[in-house]
């Protein structure tokens, strides 16, 4: 049995309607995210069941925003598609229109999901991560090695604006094109010695390697670099990503990103932080044969000032090699702490890897 031409019509109108309601819908979240209104970020959050779940949406928001060009040229397709629907009978071209519109939406919605899932979920975070712990636990004067490239851009990321502290210098300054500052190129020279290359001239502006060519030398680095460039920088962590391991004992580690606690000079002996926790301070030591034996003493002193707090004293330091566990102080109050490891006759001391925390 045919259908009717009543019945035609009723769908005819149908679709025609359901195409007016698909190009108003595409022409308002367009406009919304052309003009930054917020609607659609709004109506997603609406949803929200968890924590998680609203930065996906508040970072899918984020990224639409910035899909400006591809808004504003479907909002005129769409319009286009819709102004032809009214002005003419024939479907053909404003379906094209309509689906031309929906790929283009769904092409800038994956990008922007799958933007807000990295973001949320991936890379960036994890990075984030180990700089926060950074900026928590360890002193302001603490320095790491951490050369590592986004992905995104080829450009080294930037360790000290995650975590606000200092990074050695393991890739040539990029301020030269705008300052004569001599220092700029002892800086340059410096990354030279870190990396083991021979010194050269650097007074002509021109870097002797690539960002990239240091990157990959980085990436072939053994322990022994680490500990030269750890020796030459004054750095006491070394930040890799954690399918690069390492023979050394482990501050942090997440997912992505592994920090190791790099040995110190104290009286002629290499000391490295093995733990630190409320039972206490665990050194270990190497030192050449025929090394004189030295008393080890740890400072627990308060973070701001550095007023000292307690002081545990004193542990016999003997041998090619060893361990020894420093207990915390039973007079010490719940509080943060920051260990210090000394040499007794000796006024100089050396700071512990990370701040302790009593509770």
Not at 245 to 262: G, I, K, Q, S, T
């Amino acid at each position: 049995m045919r259908p009717s031409g009543a019945s035609n019509r009723r769908w005819s109108a149908l679709g025609t309607r359901l195409v007016d309601v698909a190009v108003a819908g595409y022409v308002t979240v367009c406009t919304d995210v052309l003009l930054q209104l917020g609607l659609v970020r709004t109506l997603l959050g609406l949803s929200d069941v968890t924590a998680q779940f609203s930065r996906l949406v508040r970072d899918v928001g984020l990224q639409l925003q910035s899909a400006r060009p591809e808004a504003a040229l479907t909002i005129i397709l769409a319009f286009g598609a819709w102004f032809w629907t009214w002005k003419h009978s024939n479907r053909s071209l404003p379906v094209a229109g309509v689906l031309l519109c929906t790929v283009m939406l769904a092409a800038i919605g994956r990008r922007s999901v799958l933007t807000a899932l990295d973001w949320t979920t991936g890379d960036p975070p994890q990075f984030v991560e180990v700089g926060d712990w950074a900026r928590r636990s360890t002193p302001v004067t603490a320095k790491f090695i951490f050369f590592e490239v986004d992905a995104t851009s080829s450009q080294p990321r930037s360790w000290q604006t995650v975590s606000q502290r200092g990074a050695a210098e393991l890739y040539y300054t990029f301020q030269k094109a705008y300052s004569p500052d001599r220092r700029l190129l002892e800086i340059d020279a410096l990354v030279n010695e870190l990396h083991g290359l021979p010194t050269v001239d650097l007074s002509g502006g021109l870097p002797q390697f690539s960002t990239t060519d240091l990157h990959r030398r980085y990436q072939a680095f053994h322990l022994a670099d680490f500990l030269r460039v750890g020796r030459l920088s004054g750095a006491s962590f070394v930040v890799l990503p954690a399918y690069r391991p390492l023979d050394l004992p482990e501050a942090f580690r997440n997912h992505l990103f592994v920090a190791y606690r790099l040995p110190v000079e104290v009286g002629g002996r290499q000391l490295l932080v093995q733990a630190i926790g409320p039972g206490g301070v665990t050194v270990s030591w190497t030192a050449e044969p025929g090394s004189l034996p030295i008393q080890m003493f740890v400072d627990f002193r308060h973070p701001g000032t550095h007023a000292l707090a307690g002081r545990a004293c004193c542990a016999t330091i003997e041998g090619c090699k060893g361990e020894h566990t420093v207990l915390v102080p039973t007079n010490l109050a719940p509080g943060t702490y920051l260990p210090m490891v000394g040499r007794v006759g000796d006024t100089n001391e050396v700071a512990a890897s990370e701040y302790l925390v009593i509770k």
